[in-house]
């Protein structure tokens, strides 16, 4: 059975980093094929959003625009693990951070296809970052 399991949040000051794990356990690329690995953010009160995301099959990458340049998402096929630099953080990076997998599906961008819960999507229990300014 697939399990993401997120680490590496915590609490930072303003233009600080931290850097962002997520294990798939059970999930490996050769087997997930046509699947997209991301990170998704939701801070109280508010919806969750998808900040960055790659492609496994080409490694493609794709970013919010709101953390374009300062965050950078990889991954590492022989680990089996995701990872999401944050750089440069701002107080309004805080929230519960999310690791997700989900296949491509025709019509529907990378960030699209990461917000579509179904049973074909993984989920972590996320991890929490506080950005204090």
């Known amino acids: 059975q697939v399990q993401l399991q997120e680490s590496g949040g915590g609490s930072v000051q303003a233009r600080g980093s931290l850097r962002l794990s997520c294990l798939a356990s059970?999930?490996?690329?050769?087997?997930?094929?046509?699947?997209?690995m991301g990170w998704l953010r939701q801070a109280p009160g508010t919806e969750r959003e998808v900040v960055a995301a790659i492609y496994l099959d080409n490694t493609n990458t794709y970013y919010a625009d709101s953390v374009k340049g300062r965050f950078t998402i990889s991954h590492d096929s022989a680990k089996n693990t995701l990872y999401l630099q944050m750089d440069n953080l701002k107080s309004e990076d805080t929230g519960r951070y999310y690791c997700a997998a989900a296949p491509a599906r025709a019509g529907m961008t990378a960030m699209q296809t990461l917000r579509v819960t179904d049973a074909r999507t993984f989920w972590g229990r996320g991890t929490q970052v506080t950005v204090s300014s």
């Open positions: 059970e999930f490996t690329s050769t087997r997930y094929v046509g699947y997209y």
